[in-house]
């Protein structure tokens, strides 16, 4: 399976919640990023955290990173219609530096 | 220039033919990627370059596949005898520094539909 993994495959929350998604991966990294991507084109980078860092924060993003878990975490707070897009963790192994692997996202909906 | 640019937006060709995709990275960054992404599913990591140099080409589909990259700038991902299979979103990403270490910014993408 794919070195990123993302939990769940798909989410729907209602406008002002909190949104949480996951990702696993498998050999020891660089580097993991989130990007979101709307509508099947374009994606947009969200943030980078990299192997030393266990928290990162912007505007209404959290992501957390735990290497002796192997996993990352995206936190969307005060979610807004406009989130809705898929979104997805990638990673570059220090092994393979530049061979990114992306995982198949998670799919977040937000209701007006 | 402002960000990836790739080109064509959308490529509709028929099987048998073949097509090359075109990638302008942001000016100055030193690495580029090649990706691909079938409907409703993630990236597919195809290849990178660091300037012209592309250390692992292990990531393409096939010996169909083959791409470019010259001047430490453009990139071009060439199919040759396109197959139905091969009908994707082409997306190109750049990044400073080191490949894989740094942030990377997409273009658009090429829609390629192989009839």
């Known amino acids: 399976s794919q070195q990123g993994e993302e939990d769940p495959q798909a989410l729907s929350i209602q406008e002002g919640e909190n949104a949480t998604m996951n990702c696993s991966y498998k050999?020891?990294?660089?580097?993991l990023q989130w990007y979101r991507q709307n509508s099947g084109r374009g994606l947009v980078h969200l943030i980078l955290i990299r192997s030393n860092e266990r928290e990162k924060h912007s505007g209404r993003l959290r992501v957390t990173l735990d290497t002796s878990k192997k996993s990352s975490s995206l936190l969307i707070t005060a979610s807004r219609a406009a989130d809705t897009a898929s979104y997805f963790c990638a990673t570059d192994g220090n092994t393979n530096a530049g061979k990114s692997t992306f995982g198949d996202g998670t799919t977040l909906t937000v209701k007006p | 220039g402002a960000g990836v640019s790739q080109s064509p937006s959308n490529k509709v060709t028929e099987k048998g033919k073949d097509v090359e995709l075109r990638c302008d990275p942001i000016?100055?960054?030193?690495?580029l990627y090649w990706y691909r992404q079938s409907l409703g599913q993630g990236l597919e990591f195809l290849i990178y370059?660091?300037?012209?140099?592309?250390?692992?080409k292990s990531g393409l589909p096939s010996d169909r596949f083959s791409a470019e990259r010259t001047g430490g700038s453009v990139s071009t991902l060439t199919i040759q005898r396109t197959q139905q299979e091969d009908s994707a979103v082409y997306l190109c990403a750049s990044s400073f520094g080191l490949a894989g270490m740094e942030t990377q910014y997409f273009g658009p993408g090429t829609r390629l539909l192989v009839l």
């Open positions: 050999t020891s990294i660089n580097n």
């Open positions: 000016s100055g960054h030193t690495a």
């Open positions: 370059f660091q300037g012209n140099s592309a250390p692992d």
